[in-house]
């Protein structure tokens, strides 16, 4: 697999935030790089903006006067799309809209070499169509960048149904000289990391819907017991609701209304509203200056009988006195209890076994039981939260979820199990990809898990995937 030589020139079409994050991407590698728009003047002032956060990086210390001037001398501002046709590799960043694409695409056909490949940044259109109508529908591929593009490690490298294979190989490998880590999918909606995120939201604006917690609670489980690097909630008040719902709702459209991506109606009701998150000063948080942000809940501090936690209790059922404290999987505490004849304590998955904050879950048990269970993971230097007896808990049934959509789309041909992990690790900064962490956890349980939350929602969202039933079918016959 070759990557194009650096002599070879690049086109960005749309000098837009990432058509502009683009062009710095393949300057830096050493490509002469033409930015074009359609706007006069628009790609010499995206110029001017990256060579102005470029010297402020010279100013810290962090880059070479030399390089930012190189760099900067690479990056030309193209006045008409004529300009473009010396061009090996064509990236357009421009409208997201099939029609204006596609009218590009034909263009550049019009003026570019035989052998210069198009290349898509769009984040929802299908490849496949976008070709269609070409003379050379092989020649075009996605190559889908992640904001801000020149600090986010991830590309997907999307093959449309007309896509030649060595166009891929030259395409992913010229992303790998940028420094890119690169993840392939068939062009379907969402790709990899859009879809398989779906749950990420989805299940947080559930278990909020449910009164499962709130969302300061539910982020500080997902990041603490989780360790995602943010909560879900400020997440979706980051990228903005409006960007979210609607992303969800065209791969829910997309998906023929498949219900695992139903969209929330809490998040409907919040774009309604105008609360779209950081950008307008309020979403699930406020950020209007005087607010102060809202605490997660945990258990204040207990008096109560200290048992030490017995070892290896993250991972197998023990005993703490009388009480039974079990990982969860999927069964509801006070299911267990009535099965043991015992008072129970499930608990959530953490991702390292190292956090701090355990989530129990408690079937009916006497005060002085409650207070010794809280009392002794506290006097282990946990903090308690204490939610609704209900399957699945948080983490795990968000991890399950993940590992679900992850194993359907290797089902569909979307992507194979390690591109998965990676997409989902350098695109969104996931702990552990969701094929890799569902192994981890073992398939068995996640089955079970999602199997039982199915059971007791009736909900079809839940529906495991042949793919996962089935290899964990096969694990566990494997021992
Ligand atoms: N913003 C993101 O987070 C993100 C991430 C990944 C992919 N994308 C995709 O990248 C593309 C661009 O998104 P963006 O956020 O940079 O948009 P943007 O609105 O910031 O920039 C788009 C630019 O394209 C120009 N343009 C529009 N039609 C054009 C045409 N026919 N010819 C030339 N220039 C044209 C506009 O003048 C504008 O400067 C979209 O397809 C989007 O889905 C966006």
Redesign the pocket.
């Known amino acids: 697999m070759a990557a194009l030589s650096k002599e070879s020139a690049v086109a960005v ?9 683009i062009a710095q991407v393949a300057a830096q590698a050493g490509h002469p790089v033409y930015l ?4 006069g003047g ?1 790609a010499a002032k ?1 110029i001017e903006k990256t060579a102005a956060a470029l010297a402020k990086r010279v100013a810290a210390g962090k880059l070479d006067n030399q390089d930012c001037d190189a760099i900067v001398g690479r990056l030309t501002a193209a006045e008409t ?1 004529e300009q473009l046709a010396p061009a090996a590799l064509l990236i ?6 099939m029609a ?2 596609r ?2 695409l034909a263009k550049l056909e019009s003026i570019v070499g035989p052998d210069a490949i198009l290349a ?6 299908s490849v496949t169509a976008m070709a269609a109508g070409l003379a050379r529908p092989e020649r075009v591929v996605g190559m ?4 801000p ?1 020149p600090v986010m490690k991830l590309v997907e490298v999307i093959r449309g149904m007309a896509s030649d294979p060595g166009v891929l190989d030259t395409v992913e490998a010229t992303a790998v000289a940028w420094g890119k880590v690169t993840a392939r999918s068939r062009s379907t909606p969402g790709f990899i990391v859009n879809r398989i995120a779906r749950p990420y939201y989805a299940e947080a604006l559930r278990l909020l819907e449910e009164g499962m917690a709130d969302p300061p609670t539910i982020d500080a489980i997902m990041t603490e017991a989780g360790g995602f690097r943010m909560g879900p909630f400020t997440l979706m008040d980051l990228i903005g609701n409006d ?1 979210n719902y609607r992303s969800t709702r065209s791969v829910f459209d997309a998906y023929g209304a498949d219900p695992r991506f139903r969209p929330s109606l809490i998040q409907q009701e919040m774009v309604e509203a105008g609360w779209l998150g950081r950008k307008t000063g309020r979403g699930f948080y406020r950020y209007d200056g005087g607010a102060e942000m809202p605490a997660p809940s945990a258990e204040g501090p207990v008096d109560g009988e200290v048992i030490p936690l017995p070892d290896g209790w993250e991972r197998k059922p023990v005993k703490l006195g009388a009480i039974h404290l079990i990982p969860t999987d999927g069964r509801r505490a006070a299911d267990i209890a009535r099965a043991q004849g015992a008072s129970v304590a499930v608990h959530d998955l953490r991702f390292d076994g190292a956090s701090r904050r355990v989530v129990l879950a408690l079937s009916a048990m006497s005060a002085d039981e409650r207070r010794g269970v809280v009392a002794s993971f506290q006097a282990a230097g946990h903090v308690v939260t204490v939610v609704p007896d209900w399957p699945g808990l948080l983490v795990m049934r968000t991890v399950a979820m993940l590992a679900n959509e992850a194993f359907e789309a290797m089902l569909q041909g979307v992507a194979e199990g390690e591109a998965i992990d990676r997409a989902m690790r350098f695109g969104v900064n996931y702990p552990r990809g969701p094929v890799e962490w569902g192994r981890a956890i073992g398939l068995g349980r996640i089955v079970a898990v999602l199997d039982a939350i199915r059971a007791d929602t009736g909900d079809p969202r839940y529906r495991v995937t042949m793919n996962l039933r089935l290899a964990a079918r096969d694990a566990a016959a494997a021992g």
Do not use: P, R, W
Request: charged share 15%.
């Open positions: 079409i749309g000098a837009g935030t990432m058509g502009a994050g074009y728009d359609v706007v628009a995206a799309i357009e960043a421009i409208a997201e809209d204006v694409k009218d590009l898509t940044n769009t984040s929802t259109l889908h960048f992640f904001n593009a960007i």
